[in-house]
C-alpha cells in the first residue's frame, strides 16, 4: 500500500471476516487457519475496509467517531501492516 495514497481504497480481503466474540466480549478477524485478536482502533479501522470508502474518508470516520485529530498517519501505518499481513487489499 502506497503511505501517501489517501485516495487508496482499502477493502477486507475476501477471505477474511470480522467477528465480535460476545463471550469474551473481543473483536476477532476470522482468516483461513487463523484468528487475530483486534484491539478496539483496529476492529474499528478495519470495520470501515469495505472497498467503498478512501483513506481520507476512512480518517474522517474515525476521527469523528473516536472524537480525536490527527489520526491519519497511525490509520496508514496499520492499513500499511494489514496489507502486509494479508488482511486488506486496496485499489
Same mark, same amino acid.
Request: one cysteine or more; glycine letters at 6%.
Given at each position: &500500500?502506497? =503511505?501517501?495514497?489517501? =485516495?487508496?481504497?482499502?477493502?477486507?480481503?475476501?477471505?477474511? &471476516?470480522?467477528?465480535?466474540?460476545?463471550?469474551?466480549?473481543?473483536?476477532?478477524?476470522?482468516?483461513?487457519?487463523?484468528?487475530?485478536?483486534? *484491539?478496539?482502533? +483496529?476492529?474499528?479501522?478495519? +470495520?470501515?475496509?469495505? +472497498?467503498?470508502? =478512501?483513506?481520507?474518508?476512512?480518517?474522517?470516520?474515525?476521527?469523528?467517531?473516536?472524537?480525536?485529530?490527527?489520526? =491519519? *498517519?497511525?490509520? &496508514?501505518?496499520?492499513?500499511?501492516?494489514?496489507?502486509?499481513?494479508?488482511?486488506?487489499?486496496?485499489?
Amino acid at each position: &500500500m502506497d =503511505t501517501d495514497d489517501l =485516495t487508496a481504497i482499502p477493502r477486507l480481503v475476501t477471505k477474511a &471476516m470480522l467477528k465480535h466474540d460476545s463471550v469474551r466480549d473481543v473483536e476477532l478477524l476470522l482468516l483461513p487457519e487463523r484468528v487475530v485478536l483486534l *484491539n478496539k482502533s +483496529g476492529a474499528a479501522i478495519l +470495520g470501515l475496509c469495505d +472497498g467503498s470508502r =478512501t483513506v481520507r474518508q476512512l480518517v474522517d470516520r474515525l476521527e469523528r467517531d473516536f472524537e480525536a485529530t490527527d489520526l =491519519t *498517519n497511525d490509520v &496508514m501505518k496499520f492499513l500499511e501492516d494489514a496489507s502486509g499481513r494479508g488482511w486488506v487489499v486496496v485499489r
